[in-house]
């Protein structure tokens, strides 16, 4: 059974860092990508990054690049998002998610047809 465990969400000050976690089960990350998106209230659930089997390919999105860095650890089945000098606008539940699909292709689909996701974690981010 394909399982996605997201923790590491919290409440931070504008400027501030966290990292994610997401951990799997029911699969090996060496052969699947694993994409974080994010929906904030009010809004469409939206692809912030991914990160490939093999680590050549990622994804991040405009808004986030060059504060996020996605990472894996195979041994311990676990995908880290870390977020740094978050602003208020960053403020949603973060979701990790795959499927049969390749590479960070992932990013692209549409949220409704990704077929295993985690349950999500709170960021509040305050100005």
């Known amino acids: 059974q394909v399982q996605l465990v997201e923790s590491g969400g919290g409440f931070v000050q504008a400027g501030g860092s966290l990292r994610l976690s997401c951990a799997v089960s029911g699969f090996t990350l060496d052969n699947h990508a694993i994409g974080w998106f994010r929906q904030a209230p009010g809004k469409e659930r939206e692809a912030v990054s991914c990160?490939?089997?093999?680590?050549?390919?990622?994804y991040y999105a405009d808004s986030v690049k060059g504060r996020f860095a996605v990472s894996r650890d195979n041994d311990r089945n676990t995908v880290y998002l870390q977020m740094n000098t978050l602003k208020p606008e960053d403020t949603a539940v973060y979701y990790c998610?795959?499927?049969?699909?390749?590479?960070?292709?992932?990013?692209?689909?549409?949220?409704?047809?990704?077929?295993?996701w985690g349950q999500g974690t709170q960021v509040t981010v305050s100005s």
């Open positions: 998610a795959t499927d049969d699909v390749m590479g960070c292709s992932i990013a692209r689909m549409e949220p409704k047809d990704i077929e295993h």
């Open positions: 990160i490939n089997s093999s680590d050549d390919d990622t």
